[in-house]
T-cell receptor, first 114, second 110 residues
Framework: AAGVIQSPRHLIKEKRETATLKCYPI?????VYWYQQGPGQDPQFLIS???????DKGSIPDRFSAQQFSDYHSELNMSSLELGDSALYFC?????????????FGPGTRLTVL | RKEVEQDPGPFNVPEGATVAFNCTYS??????FFWYRQDCRKEPKLLMS???SGNEDGRFTAQLNRASQYISLLIRDSKLSDSATYLC???????????FGSGTRLQVQP
C-alpha cells in the first residue's frame, strides 16, 4: 500500500540558510501534519492542514512556515536555520473516511544544521 | 510536567516473557489514545488504538482507565522483533495534534 512520501530524506544546511521539506500524503488523505523530533526526544507537533487550510498549530517557530497545495502535498519552509533545528521532521497524513484519528507517518527528513 | 508520562526503561526481558508498560496523561479532555512503536531512527508506526473497553490484537492488549487517566500495554510471549521504543500517544478534544510520551524502550533478549 502507498505510504506517506517525504523528500529529501537527508538534508545538510549551514546556519542561517533556508530549507524546504516536502510531504506527499497517502492518496485520498486530505489532512497532513508536521512533527519535529530532536535527538533523544519525542515527536513534537508543529502544524497541520486540512483541505489546504491550517487546522491546528503547535510549537512551530515563527521562522518556519508551511502550506498545503491543491494536490494535498505539503511543504515546510524553514528560514534562518539554527543549530537547534537539527532534527528528524516527520509528516503524517489521515483521511476522513477511515478512522480520522489515525495518523500515518512518513519516513522523515533528517535535517542537520552545521 | 509533561502531558504524557512514561517510564523510559529500558525494559530488558527474555524471549517469551510478558511485559507491561504504563502511561499517565494529565489532560482530562484527552479524547483518543494510542500506542505507537518506533524503531531507531525510523518513523512512529501505529501499534493499536486504545478503547475504554480494552482491546486486544494478537499478543498485544491495551487498557484505558479514564478515571485514573492511565493507559497500559501488555505484550505477551515477547519476540526479538518486539524490541523498539513504545510511545504512548493522546489526542485532545478539538485538536488534530498528537501528544507523545517520551517512550519506553524495550529490549527483548535471546
Amino acid at each position: 500500500a502507498a505510504g506517506v512520501i517525504q523528500s529529501p530524506r537527508h538534508l545538510i544546511k549551514e546556519k542561517r540558510e533556508t530549507a524546504t521539506l516536502k510531504c506527499y500524503p497517502i492518496p485520498r488523505h486530505d489532512t497532513v501534519y508536521w512533527y519535529q523530533q530532536g535527538p533523544g526526544q519525542d515527536p513534537q507537533f508543529l502544524i497541520s492542514f486540512y483541505e489546504k487550510m491550517q487546522s491546528d498549530k503547535g510549537s512551530i517557530p515563527d521562522r518556519f512556515s508551511a502550506q498545503q497545495f491543491s494536490d494535498y502535498h505539503s511543504e515546510l519552509n524553514m528560514s534562518s536555520l539554527e543549530l537547534g533545528d537539527s532534527a528528524l521532521y516527520f509528516c503524517a497524513s489521515s483521511n476522513p473516511w477511515g478512522s480520522p484519528d489515525t495518523q500515518y507517518f512518513g519516513p522523515g527528513t533528517r535535517l542537520t544544521v552545521l | 510536567r509533561k502531558e504524557v508520562e512514561q517510564d523510559p526503561g529500558p525494559f530488558n526481558v527474555p524471549e517469551g516473557a510478558t511485559v507491561a508498560f504504563n502511561c499517565t496523561y494529565s489532560n482530562s479532555a484527552s479524547q483518543s489514545f494510542f500506542w505507537y512503536r518506533q524503531d531507531c531512527r525510523k518513523e512512529p508506526k501505529l501499534l493499536m488504538s486504545v478503547y475504554s473497553s480494552g482491546n486486544e490484537d494478537g499478543r498485544f492488549t491495551a487498557q484505558l482507565n479514564r478515571a485514573s487517566q492511565y493507559i497500559s500495554l501488555l505484550i505477551r510471549d515477547s519476540k526479538l522483533s518486539d524490541s523498539a521504543t513504545y510511545l504512548c500517544v493522546v489526542r485532545d478534544t478539538g485538536r488534530r495534534a498528537l501528544t507523545f510520551g517520551s517512550g519506553t524502550r524495550l529490549q527483548v533478549q535471546p
